[in-house]
């Protein structure tokens, strides 16, 4: 075993044949590896000094005022508040220009760092879905569309828990030999009404939904955790029946665990509270092999001190292969 505080690392060649991994716990490392623009530090920093349409002086100080810097709790408390004024017979006007003015922002945003569709070679999604299906489980953080392009295209093989456009968490049931998929903080595919009921929203022929991302569906808006501390993430995913269900069937998840491209930082103690609350449980962390190995090791044992922990380089994981790399189009 190589897994004391040293600057060892497991080959995931190697490590994968000492246990049944049955789970797999996706963070931005992954988008990051297939698209180096998805290494932004802050959805909301890019939406703040982008140009053209951003976040203006009236903006920030609305994210200031309720003290976040996620766009969901913003977008949700517009929502809300011009529900109440409504009620009240109040004029609804200061709402609907933040409200826009945000929405827009956050749109320019998530385009300018996100990957198109068009340079996304299939090959590469094959690959991508082909690891996926190895496991029984997928959880992801990422809001991004690339995990879910890569779903698509093995659809029989995975299994998200829509059967419709609405989510109805009265039937989760899922019969067979399928991948289990888990959005644990929402994405660009996926949408919430003022209930909290979860939508996922649908791509005719000749569309995708990253291009379809900004335009109005029905009375949702979108759904997806960008940022935040953990308290807040948290709140968020107890705002939406889906993602209360999806973070529930992590934190029930015992079996041996592989965490890929995820930092597990403070902003992610819901994810370490859940992942780590079963003893003696196997979690696989992948690293870099640069900087500190033993000042990471060193801060997740003590973040998962009842699991039994293997850390492994992450590049030689299939899902951080070079070969994935997308070149930014000339």
């Not at 890929?260 to 992610?268: E, Q």
């Not at 870099?288 to 003590?302: D, P, S, V, W, Y």
Request: charged share 20%; with cysteine.
């Amino acid at each position: 075993m190589i897994d004391g505080l040293d600057d060892q690392l497991w080959n995931w060649a190697e490590l994968k044949d000492q246990e049944d991994w049955s789970g797999l716990l996706i963070g931005n490392g992954f988008s990051q590896n297939l698209w180096q623009r998805f290494g932004y530090g802050s959805l909301f920093e890019t939406a703040a000094q982008g140009d053209g349409a951003q976040l203006n002086a009236a903006d920030i100080s609305l994210f200031d005022r309720l003290e976040t810097r996620n766009f969901e709790v913003v977008l949700s408390a517009l929502a809300t508040s011009k529900t109440v004024s409504a009620a009240l017979g109040q004029p609804l006007d200061p709402f609907s220009e933040r409200e826009v003015s945000i929405r827009e922002a956050l749109i320019r945003a998530v385009h300018s760092v996100h990957v198109p569709w068009q340079s996304v070679p299939a090959a590469h999604l094959d690959v991508i879905a082909a690891e996926l299906s190895a496991y029984a489980s997928i959880y992801c953080t990422n809001y991004d569309l690339t995990l879910y392009w890569a779903l698509m295209r093995n659809q029989n093989g995975f299994r998200d828990y829509f059967w419709s456009e609405k989510f109805d968490v009265t039937n989760t049931e899922i019969w067979g030999k399928r991948t289990k998929v888990h959005f644990l903080h929402g994405g660009l595919h996926l949408y919430r009404r003022p209930n909290g009921q979860t939508l996922k929203r649908p791509a005719a022929a000749g569309q995708n939904l990253l291009d379809l991302f900004g335009t109005a569906y029905q009375d949702s808006m979108p759904l997806f955790i960008s940022e935040g501390t953990a308290q807040e993430k948290l709140a968020s995913i107890y705002r939406s029946d889906y993602l209360s269900f999806v973070f529930a069937c992590l934190a029930q998840d015992t079996e041996p665990l592989v965490v890929f491209g995820h930092s597990l930082g403070d902003s992610d103690k819901h994810l370490i509270d859940a992942i780590g609350n079963h003893k003696g449980r196997s979690v696989a962390v992948s690293l870099r092999a640069t900087g500190n190995i033993r000042q990471k090791k060193a801060a997740l044992i003590e973040a998962l001190p009842e699991a039994t922990l293997h850390f492994y380089d992450a590049a030689t994981h299939p899902l951080g292969a070079a070969n994935l790399q997308i070149e930014e189009p000339a």
